[in-house]
Each structure stands twice: as C-alpha cells, then as structure tokens.
C-alpha cells in the first residue's frame, strides 16, 4: 500500500509538472490570475504564489534540484490537482492536433525524426512511436480522444514545445497564403 508521503509526492509532481506544462502551453514564464502567480524561472524553478494586494506570498515551490515545498491548504493542492489534470488534457489535445498539422505540412501520412516516427491511418487516427524502444508512446483518435499516452513529463513538454513551433508553422502558411490571394 502506498503511503500517505507518496500520495502527496505524486500530487506534489502532477502540480508541478501541470504547471510547468501550462506555462510552456502559454508560451510564458509568468501568469497571473485574480488569486495566483505561476512562475518558472530561467533556472528552471516553478512556482505558485498567493496574490494579497501587492504582496505574492510562494505557497508552492520547485527548486533547480527538483525539490518541492508545498505550502497549499489540503483544499488549493486539491484545486491544483484539478487544474493540472486538466492541463494535461490539454497538453494531450495539443500534442495531437500538433502531429496532425505537422503531416499536413509534411504532406504526408508518415513522417520520421530523429527520435519518434509520426503516423496518421486513413481514418485520421495519429500515433507517435518512439524510435529507440519501438513502442508507441502516443495514440489520438481522428475525433480528438487520447487513447494511449504514454509520455514522460520531458517528453510532454518537448512535445508542446514542438505544438508552439507547429502552430506558428501553421499560422504563417496561412498568412502567405492569404497575402497570395490579395
């Protein structure tokens, strides 16, 4: 049976990884809510901070060594918990729309780069297959549903790096196209 320190070890890293994802996903390394300061540092230290008035008060922190301090009520942790399962679906949703645009701009079904094979079937379902240990680490669905993800947190955040450049790819062909129509 897992322990009680276990349990707020993997929430603690769920947290923080959600974080960090929401963050990449932003393209920011600062957001602020009505309640909330997310921050990652350029040393690579994550932080949520309470806002009171001027004040930001580290409730939640991960130093360069990957230790994690958390200060959060038993009820913030839970909303935290919360919030980055969700940025997890959204990292998920992300990454495969990611993919998808990536072939179109490939013109192709398939596609191989130095570490990952990137497939989409006929239906439209796409895959990620990593290349050193042949498993498919990622599998999406043509309907948007995530039916395998299998992704380190490194991983994910490489990933939506990766969507950020895919989308601005996208964006930028879409512009040239337009100006051409002028």
């Known amino acids: 049976m897992e322990s009680e320190n276990d349990y707020e070890q993997a929430e603690n890293k769920l947290i923080a990884d959600g974080i960090d994802n929401f963050l990449t996903m932003q393209e920011s390394e ?18 949520i901070s309470a806002r009171d008035g001027d004040n930001e008060n580290k409730l939640f ?3 360069e060594g990957s230790t994690i301090t958390n200060q959060l009520s038993a009820e913030q942790t839970e909303d935290f918990v919360t919030f980055a399962e969700k940025v997890n679906e959204a990292a998920n949703k992300k990454i495969l729309e990611a993919v998808d645009n990536f072939l179109d701009l490939q013109e192709s079904d398939y ?11 006929s239906d439209g379902d796409i895959s990620i297959t990593s ?9 999406g669905s043509a309907d948007g549903n995530i039916v395998e993800e ?19 790819a996208v964006e930028q062909k879409e512009y040239t196209a337009s100006q051409k129509e002028r």
């Open 30 to 47: 600062r957001y602020e809510t009505a309640n909330y300061v997310l921050e990652k540092s350029d040393n690579g230290e994550i932080s």
């Open 61 to 63: 922190t991960v130093d």
């Open 111 to 121: 596609h191989g780069t130095t570490n990952y094979f990137f497939e989409r079937t």
């Open 131 to 139: 290349k050193s240990s042949g498993e498919e680490v990622f599998q």
């Open 150 to 168: 299998n992704l380190s947190p490194e991983e994910t955040k490489k990933f939506l790096e990766f969507a950020n450049t895919v989308e601005q």
